[in-house]
């Protein structure tokens, strides 16, 4: 009997986890393959892979910033999703939050404020630059009925790019050029700029972007589950004209969701540069919106997802890089794996719809 | 200064080219009703198994068949997909881009390992008989690689198969209303199907220009955004193809230029050149050229009697 007390929404919610699930255990068996056929040695692989990602107090802290960062675009991800909005520009929200944080940090007036605002005010100043970047997109949706995916996409190209003008030119943030081989790079961020360490301890990195994360996890949690805001962002995704009719201001909702899906990816570039990288160069982002987006993709929604994706990744990509210096295996691997989880999890709606019994 | 327009015109049309090719294949598609985001994956895939055959094989036109077939491998998945799985065309298309970018980076460290850059077999150009001396014409239109002439003419192919034949009134009755296509006994996830493939197979033919024909080696990630420039052009020209291959003509000439302008004396800085492309398709996107009217049911997958 006890089989049958599983109520059937508790089953669609375990074969809604489920196909994640699936999808991450056969990529990464995949994954496995591939370092077998690449004539690598596997145990040495895992080892190398382990070591990175978990070894010491230094892994475990750079996997978790880099899980902060790619929580915070995923989490932005979801929100503008919930609008039925697919924000594929996270990249280029991090490099502009990037640009802005460097920009304010170097620029002695704010570097020297005191109560902490020396750090607060860039990652502000990042954020407002990632809620502008994607708040072009929204407009450009509400006013000429552009794709969100394609506009996000291609202003992501124009912030890549502005990032590389930026570091190449000494009127804007490359450093004074003293000799030839100066690097195209801007100059590093005071200390008084960097965001503190969580631990105290020197041996981990661990910031307090970790913080600052989790709250701004709950708050998305309960803007979208508790609020009115996210249950008009929920109407304006499910049925546009009927939201509209019902007098919501349908645009305003659509451009404020892709603001804010901007902003959490300024606030993810602005923290990645005030507390690990400490400054700009050509780059930057590294990726890492492309890794948000596919966290806010599996999460389905769900923010306790979202975390636990990002941790994911953030180790995923911890322990891929350990795998590329210690025993030869393509950092790139770890981008397989994110292909095929995303293309599997995709693939299977209908699928899982079926199973579910329709909807 | 005439011989620089002509050296500009060669370059335009050299850099316009793969655009050209995967543009006018997605047009295709996108008249069927399916997106694929993926171009730029099936082109960079292209790119890599197309230098990777003519490596091996020493005969780069046996990579441009490699490059074809791998790049249609791909787009028959996206396909089944699109087409069957009724799956996110968007979704899927970034999966597969990110999927294409490991994959390749990753088979090209296998296999090139400390060999990078190594160069390969390329297309020789072809100097049209009789027409390459031209004053003029002759630097600007007939010095180009062989693969631009076969490309141009299946782009017009491809032209007059979408306006003057049964196929390309399937396709846009499927793009525009499968449901009134389907009951009038067109089979839309066949023909939806056989778009998709035409797109990867003209993907192909855009990747193998870009390794074989133009670079002559492969890099990682070496298509570089050109797959989504390929799209926006698609969007650019309305869904029209000769607007389509316009657009790309135009963002050919914009990347041409950051090597004209210095050459000319010109300082514009280098990064801005490079955002040229990106921000004309933003423009393009934006409607700047009218309001454009996409195929009724595109990205919408089809499903008999819902």
């Not at chain 1, 636990?308 to 995923?316: I, N, R, T």
Request: net charge neutral; with cysteine; hydrophobic share 55%.
């Amino acid at each position: 009997m006890t089989a049958l007390a599983f109520s059937l929404p508790d089953r669609r919610r375990l074969l809604g986890m489920a196909v994640p699930f699936v999808a991450v255990v056969g990529s990464m068996i995949v994954g496995l393959l591939l370092i077998a056929a690449s004539g690598k040695d596997v145990p040495d692989a895992i080892e190398a892979f382990m070591d990175g990602a978990f070894g010491n107090a230094f892994a475990i802290g750079a996997s978790i910033n880099r899980a902060v960062a790619l929580s915070l675009v995923g989490l932005g991800f979801i929100l503008a999703f919930r609008a039925n909005l697919t924000n594929v520009g996270g990249e280029g929200q991090i490099a502009v939050g990037g640009i802005a944080a460097t920009a304010l940090g170097l620029w002695p007036p704010i570097a020297n404020l005191p109560l902490g605002l020396a750090v607060i005010v860039p990652l502000l100043g990042g954020t407002l630059a990632g809620a502008f970047w994607g708040g072009i997109a929204g407009v450009m949706k509400v006013r000429f009925g552009t794709n969100e995916v394609i506009s996000t996409l291609l202003l992501g190209f124009v912030a890549l790019l502005l990032v590389y003008w930026c570091v190449q030119s000494t009127a804007l943030l490359r450093q004074p050029q003293t000799s030839s081989a100066t690097l195209p790079e801007s100059l590093s961020i005071a200390d008084s700029v960097k965001l503190p360490s969580l631990t105290g301890n020197s041996e981990s990195p661990l910031h307090i972007g970790l913080v600052i994360c989790l709250l701004l996890a709950v708050i998305t949690a309960i803007v979208l589950q508790r609020s009115t805001f996210g249950l008009r962002l929920r109407a304006i995704g499910l049925n546009e004209l009927a939201a509209r009719r019902a007098g919501m201001p349908g645009g305003i909702l659509l451009v404020v969701a892709l603001a804010m899906a901007g902003a959490f990816g300024g606030l993810a570039g602005a923290i990645m540069l005030q507390g690990e990288q400490y400054y700009l160069k050509t780059g930057f982002s590294s990726g890492y919106g492309f890794d948000g987006l596919v966290v806010g993709l599996l999460s389905r929604g769900s923010t306790v997802g979202v975390l636990v994706g990002a941790l994911f990744f953030g180790f995923l990509r911890s322990g891929g890089i350990s795998m590329e210096i210690m025993a030869g295996v393509p950092a790139a691997l770890t981008l397989v794996i994110q292909g095929l989880i995303v293309i599997a999890v995709a693939g299977s709606v209908i699928l899982v719809e079926k199973l579910q019994g329709g909807r | 200064m005439e011989e620089m327009l002509a050296v500009f015109i060669a370059s335009t049309l050299r850099l316009a080219m793969p655009l050209m090719l995967a543009a006018s294949g997605e047009l295709v598609s996108e008249r069927a009703g399916v997106l694929n985001l993926s171009l730029e994956g099936m082109m960079l895939t292209a790119a890599f198994f197309g230098a990777l055959g003519s490596w091996a094989s020493g005969n780069p036109y046996l990579g441009v068949a490699c490059a074809i077939l791998a790049s249609v491998m791909v787009s028959a998945v996206q396909a089944w997909l699109s087409v069957n799985l009724r799956a996110n065309q968007l979704v899927v298309g970034i999966g597969f881009n990110i999927l294409a970018l490991g994959a390749t980076t990753l088979l090209y460290r296998i296999i090139f390992g400390g060999l990078s850059r190594e160069e390969i077999p390329g297309l020789p150009k072809l100097a049209v008989p009789g027409l390459s001396d031209l004053p003029f014409a002759g630097t600007a239109f007939f010095q180009q690689s062989v693969i631009v002439y076969v490309g141009l003419a299946l782009i017009v192919l491809i032209w007059a198969m979408l306006n003057h034949t049964s196929f390309g009134l399937a396709v846009r009755a499927v793009g525009d209303e499968p449901r009134s296509a389907d009951k009038a006994g067109i089979p839309v996830a066949a023909t939806r199907w056989q778009a998709v493939l035409i797109t990867g197979f003209m993907a192909g033919f855009a990747g193998a220009f870009i390794s074989i024909a133009d670079i002559h080696t492969f890099t990682e990630n070496m298509t570089n955004g050109a797959g989504y420039l390929a799209l926006a052009a698609v969007i650019f020209g309305g869904w029209n193809i000769g607007r389509t291959v316009a657009a790309c003509l135009l963002f050919g000439a914009a990347t041409a230029l950051q090597f004209q302008l210095p050459a000319m004396g010109i300082n514009v800085p280098t990064a801005f050149l490079l955002m040229l492309p990106y921000l004309l398709a933003l423009l393009a996107v934006a409607g700047v050229v009218g309001r454009l009217e996409p195929p009724t049911s595109l990205t919408l997958p089809f499903q008999r009697g819902k």
